[in-house]
């Protein structure tokens, strides 16, 4: 953030005290040029009930859903006709998309429950039920109940494009949710928002999958914990992890910080919360099918190496598999080692870490250890990383990393899925892997180095202390490890 000559830190133009990502923000400053520049003094920021639409608010979600259509444009090729017509066209144009598949490849033309009828063998021979934890399940079949029926099977090819768009709609809302959620849980900071609104990595890969559902949910309670409402932050922590695993990692950082500010009561609260919201969404579910249910996990614990991870890498270089059991070992040993990590840099920092550093690390190293990478794993990412380190230039060297990825793992598989395919070797594909880590992990040591010297985060600068910490902000230290080598 920039300083006036008496040392001060900037607060953006007068009347306001919302931080101006013009005046904070170097590259942001840089790009204003091509809208007039930088804010001046003068500048008066529209508020709701003023009178003004143009709320900070409003133009983000506005500028996401600008950004949700430019994927969709980017995606026309395979909606028009490259999902129809063969596996290589898609990966050519780069262009895949989950959705429009599993629409018959999951039963859901067919008119079969998830989780409740077993698929027939010939729409899909190798899973009998959804491998997608319940509440995505509940998502994707919401869609299909909205997609018109058809008669005949050439009305197929149809109804999987209005599935995609149908899904596609609800993924749009979802990321305005997201993008709302985000610009208020840092209240003096609601345009580092578009650092997810504007983000290029949510451009390419925000309808691959159905991630930005539990993305939305996230964000969602990290607001609510914000705004000191552990139990209902707790209910959307567990409702996003019924959507999807990851966000149940939300669980470790806030132990370790409410361990050292004592806030164990908040903590319980949100735990109580998430359990509650976790068990009312999946128990009928298991009482159902409980073969059904458990599939996701089945299937993730069978999973051998996959696209975009180390493991594959190791794999392919040895050319030799590492074994099942080997595999999830070694996924949980690294998982369980950088997680210990980040916990001993918490509770030995000097001053405590916020929150979204400490999720962002967890979650990153989740994605790291992972035995398979999906491009559209990133946009688990971007949210926490707006919150974790608002600056355009470190999220736009790890973002160039994504984006390298998205386009190597499409051009690998068109050379790899039919007999003398153009596209990525083997080799360039594991150099697009090492890269995507690489840019993954500089970010993360940014963070890193913004919680061992505080006076290098930008949200510190103003002399906040954590303001997506809800009940943590300004709270005092109860337990640190320096305090137990003192006493020691």
Excluded at 302 to 314: A, I, N
Excluded at 424 to 433: R, V
């Amino acid at each position: 953030m920039s300083s006036t000559s008496t040392g001060e830190p900037d607060r953006g133009p007068a009347g306001t005290d919302r931080v101006c990502p013009t005046v904070d923000d170097p590259v942001a400053r840089a790009g204003s040029e091509l809208i007039g520049g930088p804010a001046g003094r003068r500048i008066r920021f529209a508020r709701r009930g003023d009178g003004s639409f143009w709320t900070p608010l409003r133009v983000m979600a506005l500028c996401a859903v600008v950004i949700f259509a430019l994927g969709m444009v980017q995606k026309y090729p395979c909606y028009a006709q490259d999902w129809f017509q063969g596996a290589n066209a898609q990966y050519v144009h780069a262009c895949y998309s989950d959705i429009p598949h599993l629409y018959q490849g999951r039963g859901f033309a067919g008119g079969q429950i998830p989780y409740v009828d077993r698929l027939p063998d010939k729409v899909s021979p190798d899973l009998h039920y959804l491998e997608y934890p319940v509440l995505t399940g509940v998502f994707m079949q919401i869609a299909a109940w909205l997609t018109p029926g058809g008669t005949v099977d050439s009305d197929i090819v149809h109804r999987e494009q209005i599935f995609y768009l149908v899904n596609a709609g609800m993924l749009m809302v979802c990321l305005v949710i997201a993008v709302v959620a985000v610009a208020r849980t840092h209240r003096r900071r609601p345009w580092d928002a578009a650092l997810l609104a504007l983000s290029p990595a949510v451009l390419l890969n925000a309808t691959i999958n159905w991630d930005l559902f539990a993305v939305a949910l996230l964000a969602v309670g990290m607001a609510l914990w914000a705004r000191k409402r552990p139990v209902w932050a707790g209910v959307l922590f567990g409702l996003a992890t019924a959507a999807k695993l990851y966000p149940v990692l939300i669980f470790g950082p806030l132990l370790v910080l409410c361990w050292r500010a004592g806030r164990w009561r908040a903590l319980g609260q949100a735990a109580a919360g998430a359990a509650g919201a976790w068990l009312v969404v999946n128990i009928p579910w298991m009482i159902a099918n409980p073969t059904g249910w458990a599939t996701f996990y089945t299937f993730s614990q069978s999973r051998g190496e996959d696209y975009g991870s180390f493991w594959l890498v190791l794999m392919q270089q040895r050319g030799k598999a590492l074994g099942i059991d080997s595999l999830n070992a070694g996924e949980g040993i690294v998982m369980v080692v950088c997680c210990a990590a980040v916990g001993l840099l918490a509770l030995a920092a000097k001053r405590r870490p916020r929150l979204p550093q400490l999720a962002f690390l967890v979650v990153a190293a989740f994605v790291l250890s992972n035995k398979v990478y999906s491009p559209q794993y990133v946009v688990w990412l971007v949210p926490l990383a707006a919150l974790a380190r608002p600056r355009w230039r470190d999220l736009l060297i790890w973002q160039a990393g994504e984006c390298l990825y998205f386009l190597g793992i499409w051009m690998y598989l068109a050379a790899t899925v039919v007999e003398n395919g153009k596209g990525l070797p083997q080799g360039g594909y594991h150099l697009i892997i090492m890269l995507h880590i690489l840019c993954t992990l500089y970010l993360c040591g940014v963070i890193v180095r913004d919680i061992l010297a505080p006076d290098r985060d930008p949200v510190r600068l103003d002399g906040s202390d954590d303001p997506a910490g809800g009940v943590l902000d300004g709270a005092p230290d109860r337990f640190t490890l320096r305090s137990l080598v003192v006493r020691q």
